[in-house]
């Protein structure tokens, strides 16, 4: 495993520290038991990780009313997948906000804007990530 | 069909719980290519439904397919958006961006260099200086960066 792997005891390992070695496309690649020699930070601590299984419920506030969506535009929480609903930077109050109003909130500033601006953050990641799929 | 083309058409038709079965399965016949990790962990992001996995297990995926090839690039990459992105930490994403740009300068560069002899070698040196001037130009995207430009003159 790699040295400050986060939440490592957190389920079931799904790759483990198998002895392999394989050939790639530019190389041979050994993938060992020992520990490896890349550093990275570990990210999740007690104030960020919601990792227990279910999505992050966030603050219930309800945020302050916004303009009309556009015509046929779909809520966040159509554009932000289940799994990214278990991240920190979901807040569920905010789900059914278009990106478009998302965007009007965080323009407005303040807790409500910072949370507008990470639910807009997930869908964005939704977005690049789908984008892969349509490369060859 | 290799393994990845079955995975990243399984994952063009959105079957991202199929893709992750038939990952681990490679997982399991010790298909431990760093590209392998990094499509799981896409996979993982876009399933509605990852049980029994937890959105730690994104992190650690990408951190294996480094543990692999510490200069993998798509696996800095999605690892510095995951930071970014998901969960909103611009401080740890920061570091990795750097390290894919200088990555992938040197590359880029060494390909634009070989590719500029190509064509003096095949063509004329006209033709090579023209590819060079070209590519300091069109090496990015324009559209994207342009949406990006307008994104952010539009923040407050």
Same mark, same amino acid.
């Given at each position: 495993?790699?040295? !400050?792997?986060?939440?490592?005891?957190?389920?079931?390992?799904?790759?483990?520290?198998?002895?392999?070695?394989?050939?790639?496309?530019?190389?041979?690649?050994?993938?060992?038991?020992?520990?490896?020699?890349?550093?990275? *930070?570990?990210?999740?601590?007690?104030?960020?990780?919601?990792?227990?299984?279910?999505?992050?419920?966030?603050?219930?506030?309800?945020?302050?009313?916004?303009?009309?969506?556009?015509?046929?535009?779909?809520?966040?929480?159509?554009?932000?997948?289940?799994?990214?609903?278990?991240? *920190?930077?979901?807040?569920?109050?905010?789900?059914?906000?278009?990106?478009?109003?998302?965007?009007?909130?965080?323009?407005?500033?303040?807790?409500?804007?910072?949370?507008?601006?990470?639910?807009?953050?997930?869908?964005?990641?939704?977005?690049?990530?789908? !984008?892969? !799929?349509?490369?060859? | 069909?290799? =393994?990845?083309?079955?995975?990243?058409?399984?994952?063009?038709?959105?079957?991202?719980?199929?893709?992750?079965?038939?990952?681990?399965?490679?997982?399991?016949?010790?298909?431990? =290519?760093?590209?392998?990790?990094?499509?799981?962990?896409?996979?993982?992001?876009?399933?509605?439904?990852?049980?029994?996995?937890?959105?730690?297990?994104?992190?650690?995926?990408?951190?294996?397919?480094?543990?692999?090839?510490?200069?993998? #690039?798509?696996?800095?990459?999605? #690892?510095?958006?995951?930071?970014? +992105?998901?969960?909103?930490?611009?401080?740890?994403?920061?570091?990795?961006?750097?390290?894919?740009?200088?990555? =992938?300068?040197?590359?880029?560069?060494?390909?634009?260099?070989?590719?500029?002899?190509?064509?003096?070698?095949?063509?004329?040196?006209?033709?090579?200086?023209?590819? /060079?001037? +070209?590519? $300091?130009?069109?090496?990015?995207?324009? +559209?994207? #960066?342009?949406?990006?430009? $307008?994104? #952010? /003159?539009?923040?407050?």
């Amino acid at each position: 495993m790699i040295a !400050g792997t986060a939440a490592a005891a957190d389920g079931p390992v799904p790759i483990g520290d198998i002895a392999a070695i394989f050939m790639a496309g530019y190389g041979i690649y050994l993938v060992a038991t020992a520990p490896a020699p890349l550093q990275l *930070p570990t990210i999740f601590n007690e104030d960020k990780a919601d990792d227990a299984g279910k999505p992050n419920e966030g603050n219930k506030n309800t945020p302050p009313p916004t303009p009309g969506p556009k015509a046929d535009e779909p809520p966040a929480d159509d554009q932000i997948s289940g799994s990214l609903k278990r991240s *920190p930077s979901y807040h569920s109050e905010l789900g059914s906000k278009t990106k478009s109003e998302l965007e009007k909130l965080a323009k407005q500033g303040g807790e409500v804007g910072k949370r507008a601006k990470q639910m807009l953050k997930l869908i964005k990641e939704g977005t690049r990530l789908r !984008g892969k !799929g349509n490369k060859k | 069909m290799s =393994h990845l083309d079955k995975v990243k058409s399984l994952y063009r038709s959105e079957k991202f719980k199929e893709a992750i079965s038939f990952l681990e399965q490679s997982e399991s016949e010790c298909l431990l =290519h760093p590209a392998v990790l990094v499509w799981k962990a896409r996979c993982l992001q876009l399933a509605d439904d990852i049980s029994p996995y937890q959105l730690s297990d994104i992190e650690k995926l990408l951190k294996q397919a480094l543990s692999v090839d510490s200069e993998y #690039l798509p696996a800095i990459v999605d #690892l510095a958006y995951f930071y970014l +992105n998901v969960l909103d930490d611009s401080k740890q994403a920061a570091p990795l961006f750097r390290e894919a740009i200088n990555l =992938h300068k040197e590359a880029f560069t060494e390909a634009v260099i070989g590719m500029a002899e190509c064509l003096a070698e095949e063509s004329s040196k006209e033709e090579a200086l023209k590819f /060079l001037a +070209n590519t $300091e130009t069109s090496a990015l995207d324009a +559209n994207k #960066l342009q949406e990006v430009k $307008e994104e #952010l /003159l539009g923040l407050p």
